[in-house]
């Protein structure tokens, strides 16, 4: 085992996480080319922590999301451990995953219409997945539609179950769409950009709906974006990935105030403050490698402005200047032992 792994382990006593990946590796491969997806990742969430993902497009956030829940086309290659509420994702059987999606765990994404069937209305769709995974009866299955529109604060909820997902409105849908996902009470909530298609004062109020939840039901949550402000309103840490990678992470105000890689250095800009909700990441010099062939060591030296030789030795090692933040560049000292 790595010394980034060691590193990662849970001090004795301490609560397992909800969420643990170790070294997941996923890669597609079809007739004339392999994309090495996700190259390496360590995460852990602790129950009812909020952890952001930010990284540029192609960096492996949603492959990453969708690993966790076995959502990926078969040719997918996933290795590596996918542990959520102590149970072995990689072993489960499809029935299992069956039970495990939308139960244990939801997700909910950018376009709320490939969530929801729009030959269904909003009630029954709820309803149905409250019944099939809780098995009560469809009385009190409607009841608890009731109770979860009501939850996500839909005006008039008692007409709105009998809607159709069309005749609601994009922050209605959005609503009906964290209501079907929070039906079965998830531990483990996957949001990829889930607000992103919304005009900014519905995007806030969806995202501060989504933090009351969070905080009311206790559920971890780990959401994706491109937008900082986001991550700043919701988060309590932040991974950033690259190339397939978690090249830092750590409480989203240290990592904000003063990030360690020059990864996220670049993103951020010079100056990271309050009030900025709506900038996007900073664009820095240079593209992000395709990822048929990875770079050699850290896969961001084409573009860092301080690559030596050494960075392109091997890929560097998680190092941890102080409890809770880790970044892997050969630049960043190890100081934290702890
Ligand atoms: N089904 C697939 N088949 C082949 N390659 C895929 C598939 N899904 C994703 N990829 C590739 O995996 C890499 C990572 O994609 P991913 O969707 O995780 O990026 P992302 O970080 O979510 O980007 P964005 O911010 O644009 O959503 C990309 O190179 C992408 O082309
Ligand atoms: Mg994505």
Redesign the pocket.
């Known amino acids: 085992m790595s010394a980034a792994l060691d590193e990662a382990r849970p001090a004795p006593g301490a609560a397992r996480p909800l969420v643990r990946l170790r070294d997941l590796h996923v890669t597609?491969a079809?007739r004339d080319r392999t994309?090495h997806?996700v190259n390496g990742v360590d995460l852990d969430l602790a129950a009812g922590e909020v952890l952001c993902i930010l990284?540029?497009?192609?960096?492996?956030?949603?492959?990453?999301m969708r690993a966790l829940m076995r959502l990926?086309?078969r040719f997918?290659r996933i290795t590596g451990g996918i542990e959520v509420a102590g149970r072995d994702v990689t072993a489960m059987s499809e029935r299992e995953l069956a039970d495990f999606r939308g139960g244990e765990v939801a997700m909910i994404f950018q376009e709320p219409m490939t969530a929801l069937d729009p030959v269904f209305t909003i009630g029954r769709q709820i309803a149905e997945t409250v019944q099939r995974h809780e098995g009560v009866s469809r009385q009190a299955a409607e009841a608890r539609a009731l109770e979860l529109l009501e939850l996500v604060q839909i005006p008039s909820a008692r007409r709105r179950l009998a809607a159709y997902p069309h005749e609601l409105s994009g922050g209605l849908r959005q609503r009906a769409m964290i209501a079907v996902a929070l039906a079965c009470k998830p531990k483990l909530l996957l949001a990829d950009?889930p607000t992103a298609a919304l005009d900014a004062t519905v995007q806030i109020q969806v995202l501060l709906l989504l933090r009351e939840l969070q905080r009311e039901l206790g559920m971890g949550v780990i959401f994706?974006t491109?937008d900082l402000g986001v991550a700043g309103e919701i988060a309590d840490r932040v991974a950033v990935?690259y190339a397939?990678r978690v090249v830092e992470e750590g409480p989203v105000a240290a990592l904000m105030a003063g990030p360690l890689h020059p990864y996220p250095q670049g993103l951020l800009g010079a100056t990271v403050h309050a009030g900025m909700r709506g900038r996007r990441l900073t664009t820095i010099p240079g593209a992000p490698p395709?990822?048929d062939v990875v770079p050699a060591g850290c896969a961001f030296h084409p573009r860092c402005p301080h690559a030596e030789d050494a960075c392109l030795a091997a890929v560097p090692a998680m190092r941890s200047p102080s409890p809770g933040r880790r970044a892997r560049c050969l630049r960043v000292p190890d100081g934290d032992v702890s």
């Not at 990284?55 to 990453?64: C, L, N, Q």
């Open positions: 597609f079809t994309v997806a990284g540029e497009s192609g960096s492996g956030k949603s492959v990453t990926l086309p997918a950009e994706v491109h990935m397939g395709l990822l």
